[in-house]
C-alpha cells in the first residue's frame, strides 16, 4: 500500500521568498508522483508531475520538484514567491507498476504569501 | 475545450432526500472518479469507474451510489444514509490504460444540509 505523507499544513511565506512544501511517500514499488494545486471554491489543476526520467521536474507557474529516490521525498519549490500563489498544494503518488489509475492523496499544505 | 463539468455548483439537501450530483467530461478518458473532500482531511476516495458499466468502491462509499451508463457521465447520489453530506465534492477523470497520466478535476459541487 502506498502514502503519502505532507509536512506542514500550513506554511507562510513572504512574497519574494522561497517557497518549500514538503512531501514524503511510502510505496513498495516505483512510483509517480504528482503536484496539484488549488484556489478556493475550485477543483484541482495538475502543476508537475514525476513518471521517469530527469529527477528534477518543473512545472507551470515556476515550480518545480526534485524526486529523491533515497530520501523517498518530492518536495515542490519555486524560487520566488507571488501572491498570486497562495493556495492549497497537494501531493500525490501512484505506484508504476499498478494497473488502472487510482492516486492516493495528501493531507494538503495551505500556503500563505504576505505582502 | 475539452474538460470535466460539474452541475451544479451550489446544492442543499433536506433532511431525508437524496441527491444527485452531475458530472460530464467531454475528453474521451475511459476512468472517472468522485472525490470528498472536507477542510484540513485531504481528499477521500468514494467511487470510481475505469470502463462503462463498472465502478468501485473507494475508501468512504458508505451513503454513496453511482452509476456509469455512458463513457462521457458519473453521477453521484447522496443518500439520506449519508448523515454527514456537507461536503466539497470533487468529479475527475484520466485515461487509465497508461498509469502515468494525471487525473484532471472539474470545478465540484458544494453540498450544504437545510
Known amino acids: 500500500a502506498q502514502s503519502v505523507t505532507q509536512l506542514g499544513s500550513h506554511v507562510s511565506v513572504s512574497e519574494g521568498a522561497l517557497v518549500l512544501l514538503r512531501c514524503n511517500y511510502s510505496?513498495?514499488?516505483?512510483?509517480?508522483l504528482f503536484w496539484y494545486v488549488q484556489y478556493p471554491n475550485q477543483g484541482l489543476q495538475l502543476l508537475l508531475k514525476?513518471?521517469?526520467?530527469?529527477?528534477l521536474v518543473k512545472g507551470i507557474n515556476g515550480f518545480e520538484a526534485e524526486f529523491k529516490k533515497s530520501e523517498t521525498s518530492f518536495h515542490l519549490t519555486k524560487p520566488s514567491a507571488h501572491m498570486s500563489d497562495a493556495a492549497e498544494y497537494f501531493c500525490?503518488?501512484?505506484?508504476?507498476?499498478?494497473?488502472?489509475?487510482?492516486?492516493?492523496f495528501g493531507e494538503g499544505t495551505q500556503l500563505t504569501v504576505n505582502p | 475545450d475539452g474538460g470535466i463539468t460539474q452541475s451544479p455548483k451550489y446544492l442543499f439537501r433536506k433532511e431525508g432526500q437524496n441527491v444527485t450530483l452531475s458530472c460530464e467530461q467531454n475528453?474521451?478518458?475511459?476512468?472517472m472518479y468522485w472525490y470528498r473532500q472536507d477542510p484540513g482531511q485531504g481528499l477521500r476516495l468514494i467511487y470510481y469507474?475505469?470502463?462503462?458499466?463498472?465502478?468501485q468502491k473507494g475508501d468512504i462509499a458508505e451513503g454513496y451510489s453511482v452509476s456509469r451508463e455512458k463513457k462521457e457521465s458519473f453521477p453521484l447520489t447522496v443518500t439520506s444514509a449519508q448523515k454527514n453530506p456537507t461536503a466539497f465534492y470533487l468529479c475527475?477523470?484520466?485515461?487509465?490504460?497508461?498509469?502515468?497520466?494525471?487525473?484532471?478535476f472539474g470545478d465540484g459541487t458544494r453540498l450544504s444540509i437545510l
Open positions: 475527475a477523470s484520466s485515461a487509465v490504460v497508461v498509469s502515468n497520466q494525471p487525473q484532471h
Open positions: 510505496s513498495s514499488v516505483p512510483p509517480y
Open positions: 514525476y513518471t521517469t526520467g530527469a529527477t
Open positions: 500525490a503518488v501512484r505506484p508504476e507498476q499498478t494497473s488502472g489509475s487510482r492516486l492516493t
Open positions: 475528453l474521451n478518458h475511459d476512468a
Open positions: 469507474s475505469q470502463i462503462v458499466n463498472d465502478f
